[in-house]
């Protein structure tokens, strides 16, 4: 479940998120999904895709460190 404090966890990540980028976390009842556009990260330059990365790996650890199982995943892209 997706608390309060998980939020709270989530926001105060927000300085470390390249502009032009975002992630959705989705409450699955007995864990969260990080959902990730491929397509936003393909359109930041090489060194802003280096900060998304580290950003999302920050929120996936974050989550964790709650006591949160989290899976990473990508929305369907463009065929």
Do not use: W
């Amino acid at each position: 479940m997706y608390t309060d404090r998980m939020r709270r966890t989530f926001r105060q990540l927000d300085n470390h998120c390249p502009k032009g980028f975002s992630l959705d976390i989705i409450d699955e009842e007995h864990f969260l999904t990080i959902r990730v556009d491929p397509d936003q990260l393909a359109k930041l330059d090489d060194f802003n895709q280096r900060r998304a990365v580290e950003y999302l790996a920050k929120v996936h650890h974050a989550l964790q460190s709650e006591g949160q199982v989290v899976n990473l995943v990508r929305k369907e892209g463009r065929p």
